[in-house]
């Protein structure tokens, strides 16, 4: 199991940025497909999730207006889309592709990261 | 949405003596759907338990969890070189998931 994101980016306040995470070695749709991202020094922000089979989204509140979530199941990645960037999302961005989901036979754990993309914004 | 608090920020211990870090939840939380991570420099976050306690994939078992409602604590029995690094709890299951903001285990 493998995610590849894209490589780093430096971007000017305002603009968009664009990540992508190419997966392999499991099936596409199966498992959700999560962005977390870390500041410099900082923690595990959680920023939202796709459903790679019917597309469904959830993202963090404070994120909602600013980052769009897509996949291209026909090439197995995911993409994440941030606008109106400001210095406060510079950042390592992470795909992974995680599920934790328990049945009556037991738990599904499902836990691969991509190696993060580091995202400078800066004028 | 569910807000982790980590206790304490850093903890600083020696090789082969006992780590306890601590995540308290703002609100009850089925314990099913709490987890901790362990990350190193540089590398992504490494899934060490789900569950409060099960272990994940090739975890060694000198990491243990334990807790319910809105305690919960990850056990280093006896810490080994590999064990310095930065850990997170993490509610999961409906949306948001959440991290805590993370205890890092330094060497004394």
């Known amino acids: 199991v493998q995610l590849v994101q894209s490589g780093a980016e430096v971007k000017k306040p305002g603009a968009s940025v664009k990540v992508s995470c190419k997966a392999s070695g499991y099936t596409f749709t199966a498992y959700y497909i999560h962005w977390v991202r870390q500041a410099p020094g900082q923690g595990l922000e959680w920023m939202g999730r796709i459903n790679p089979d019917s597309g469904d989204i959830d993202s963090a509140q404070n994120l909602q207006g600013r980052v769009i979530l897509t996949t291209d199941t026909s090439a197995n990645t995911a993409y994440m889309q941030l606008n109106s960037l400001t210095s406060d999302d510079t950042a390592v961005y992470y795909c992974a592709s995680l599920t934790r989901s328990l049945y009556i036979s037991g738990w599904d754990i499902w836990d691969h990261w991509g190696q993060g993309t580091q995202v400078t914004v800066s004028s | 949405e569910i807000v982790l608090t980590q206790s304490p920020g850093t903890l600083s211990l020696s090789p082969g003596e006992r780590a306890t870090l601590s995540c308290r939840a703002s609100q009850s939380i089925d314990r099913s759907y709490l987890g901790w991570y362990k990350q190193k420099p540089g590398q992504p976050p490494r899934l060490l338990l789900y569950?409060?306690?099960s272990r994940a994939t090739d975890i060694p078992d000198r990491i243990s969890g334990s807790g319910s409602g809105t305690d919960f604590t990850l056990t280093i029995s006896r810490l080994e070189p590999e064990d310095f690094a930065v850990y997170y709890c993490?509610?999961?299951?409906?949306?948001?998931?959440?991290f805590g903001q993370g205890t890092k285990v330094e060497i004394k």
């Open positions: 993490q509610h999961y299951g409906d949306s948001p998931w959440t």
């Open positions: 569950a409060a306690s």
